[in-house]
């Protein structure tokens, strides 16, 4: 029987893959529980089952059957129950639920109307600890309420909203402690109108740290702390001295000290974040990667520091030059960092059991995550689950070439993936993608966005310019007071590297695209070029001087970037830095995509730069998405998603592949 030839990456594989995600091992290192995720586009929903395998090898199987949304499971410090969320009742937020870990029924543990998030189990294993929003005003529920005026909101902070939230000057998140066996109700271990996160128990049990700002200027700068509260609830006590943003606290095996992730810089953009610790007693932090130049707090792990269990050492993530590997630290602090899970791919998760065992997930640019095990040094690495196996076999998938290039005493990189059906001796024409941030990074993983680009036919160009994370701080602070300055220029030498190495990229035939800070970018290249025959530029910051008034992080965020000014105080810079100052020299056909209720770069955004287009006749296209926010490319609704595609692939086929437009419009007519 002759196999089948494999096909392209089309936008509804997004729908066929499965989605793996937070890995975590059992105590006694012999299973691990982990999420699976899929997309329906009939139901136009996110369907996630908590699945398990074992170390010593076999197939993963399914553990959980909930109708939506089943998430981070939590291992009983025993092994004997899975805690985890789940929404069942589809009128409900997640809530927190209990089931033996060899199966049977889960017992619903909390009835809060405002959800759940990141449970934690006591060392006794007789307690849980979560996190759930306090306060605020409810939509009321019946329906002649639902028809009266709505009360006014008060407001008196400049944090008063958050993306993918929307108001949360009224609604707290606090820290909750409920009974493991559901004898009584959650009970709340702290209060007042702060946000509370990170929930870790001491190990004695007695104790909770989190992380909280409660400091007076709370509202004016980005600093928080580590706090430990009495596990019975009582005044928390603050652990570090508000130097500057923290995250991410763990206690050591001895509770003698705290780990959290942090650095010691108030609002400023691009610092590395580190790893430290700090005696519970109190006292001065200590740094225990100061040598490396890295942060430690990836954009898609979100998660810190992990103890191992003799307390030697501590295991966390890195961004570096496109990988995301694992490093671990001794916590004395008497040797630097080494590295232990490398490799050309990125980490995006993982947790230790007792006995040593290294649970994680991994993907590279032709896998989607898989589970993978090895010993806590990084040696004997075994993969566990390859879920997607069947799909990959069916799906031709392009793996990126790397490139270096110079620029100003830096080395940067820069990826070619080939299309599908590539023939040598053809020209292709090509898209340089431009990411967000502007600190974070492109490298080793699986995007579904550039495999379905190429599929369509496209060579699609993507790099690290200055400002990106993974190549140091110094690197990821060049764009502070130069956005549009060396970043465009960076972006550009890439595109010149691409064309210098591959001369099956068509250089008549070139797009370009970037979402947030990349639609930026992108916004900024066509002001500045005529180089690319079309672009898109995609929940993009157009207008500097608009977005401080009207973002959720507008009041800080552009004063990090432009080194501490306020509009009042350097004008120029918002103006000049800003691609709307720029919009009367664009030619090039833009495609403008935007969400609704995106709270980061707000619709005004693209409505302004739509705006000046129209009037003065370009060619642009505005699609709008309603009910969705900064996160739709990678989390809206998947209906929403696939029409995002179908509107990306058809503006850059009018403008780069009009030969296959005019082939299909020529089929469907005869």
């Given at each position: 029987m002759s196999q089948q030839t494999p096909r392209a990456m089309t936008p509804e594989d997004i729908t066929r893959i499965r989605w793996i995600s937070d890995p975590q091992i059992s105590p006694d290192g012999t299973r691990v529980a982990f999420v699976v995720t899929t997309l329906s586009a009939e139901k136009d929903e996110y369907v996630s089952h908590i699945w398990v395998v074992d170390t010593a090898g076999g197939e993963p199987r399914r553990f959980t059957n909930g109708p939506r949304r089943d998430t981070a499971p939590r291992w009983s410090p025993d092994g004997r129950f899975l805690a985890f969320l789940s929404e069942r009742d589809p009128k409900k937020r997640a809530q927190l639920y209990v089931m033996p870990a060899d199966g049977g029924e889960p017992v619903c543990l909390t009835d809060l109307k405002r959800g759940v998030s990141n449970p934690v189990w006591s060392p006794d294993g007789t307690r849980i600890?979560?996190?759930?929003?306090t306060g605020g005003w409810d939509e009321p529920e019946d329906e002649e309420e639902k028809k009266k005026s709505k009360p006014a909101r008060v407001i008196t902070v400049m944090k008063y909203k958050l993306n993918g939230e929307g108001f949360i000057h009224d609604r707290f998140s606090h820290l909750f402690v409920v009974p493991a066996d559901g004898s009584a109700p959650p009970r709340q271990i702290t209060d007042g109108e702060f946000h509370d996160s990170a929930p870790t128990w001491s190990p004695d049990g007695r104790s909770l740290a989190f992380v909280s700002a409660r400091h007076e200027d709370r509202d004016y700068d980005n600093a928080a702390d580590v706090f430990i509260v009495p596990a019975e609830g009582g005044e928390p006590r603050r652990l570090t001295d508000t130097a500057g943003p923290v995250a991410q606290p763990a206690f050591s095996p001895d509770g003698t000290q705290i780990a959290f992730l942090g650095h010691r810089y108030k609002n400023e953009a691009g610092r590395n974040m580190r790893v430290w610790t700090v005696p519970v007693t109190g006292g001065t932090p200590r740094c225990l990667t100061e040598s490396l130049d890295r942060t430690c707090q990836p954009f898609f792990v979100g998660q810190g520091p992990e103890w191992s269990a003799d307390g030697m050492y501590l295991t966390f993530a890195i961004e570096d030059r496109g990988d995301v590997p694992l490093y671990r630290v001794r916590a004395d602090g008497t040797a630097p960092p080494e590295?232990?899970?490398?490799?050309?791919?990125?980490?995006?998760?993982?947790s230790l059991s007792r006995g040593g065992l290294l649970a994680f997930t991994a993907t590279d640019p032709v896998n989607p995550n898989e589970v993978f095990v090895c010993h806590a040094d990084g040696s004997g690495e075994r993969q566990l689950?390859?879920?997607?196996?069947?799909?990959?076999?069916?799906?031709?998938?392009?793996?990126?070439?790397?490139?270096?290039?110079?620029?100003?005493?830096?080395?940067?990189?820069?990826?070619v993936m080939k299309p599908f059906g590539f023939s040598p001796g053809r020209r292709y024409p090509a898209l340089l993608n431009i990411h967000g941030g502007p600190a974070t990074q492109y490298g080793h993983t699986f995007f579904d966005e550039f495999q379905v680009y190429a599929g369509a036919g496209y060579v699609v160009i993507f790099t690290n310019p200055r400002g990106s994370q993974g190549y140091g701080e110094a690197f990821c602070r060049a764009v502070i007071r130069d956005w549009g300055g060396c970043d465009y220029e960076d972006v550009m030498a890439g595109l010149e590297c691409a064309l210098r190495h591959c001369d099956f990229i068509d250089p008549e035939r070139l797009g370009v695209m970037g979402g947030s800070y990349g639609g930026f970018l992108t916004s900024w290249i066509v002001g500045h070029t005529d180089r690319f025959k079309a672009a898109c530029s995609e929940r993009a910051l157009n207008t500097h001087y608009s977005m401080f008034g009207t973002s959720d992080i507008g009041h800080s965020f552009p004063e990090m970037y432009s080194g501490g000014a306020l509009p009042w105080e350097d004008l120029d810079w918002y103006i000049q830095h800003s691609p709307l100052t720029y919009a009367k020299h664009i030619t090039t056909p833009l495609l403008i995509i935007h969400s609704e209720d995106d709270l980061r770069c707000p619709m005004e955004q693209a409505e302004q730069l739509f705006i000046h287009l129209k009037k003065m006749r370009k060619e642009v296209l505005f699609i709008r998405f309603?009910?969705?926010?900064?996160?739709?490319?990678?989390?809206?609704?998947?209906?929403?998603?696939l029409e995002r595609f179908r509107y990306i692939l058809d503006w850059f086929a009018k403008h780069l592949q009009p030969e296959?437009?005019?082939?299909?419009?020529?089929?469907a007519v005869s």
């Open positions: 600890a979560f996190l759930s929003k590295p232990i899970v490398t490799g050309n791919r990125q980490v995006t998760g993982f689950t390859d879920l997607n196996r069947a799909w990959k076999q069916e799906v031709a998938l392009s793996r990126p070439e790397r490139f270096t290039y110079e620029r100003a005493g830096y080395t940067l990189d820069c990826w309603p009910d969705e926010n900064h996160e739709m490319s990678r989390s809206g609704r998947p209906r929403h998603r296959q437009v005019a082939a299909r419009a020529r089929a």
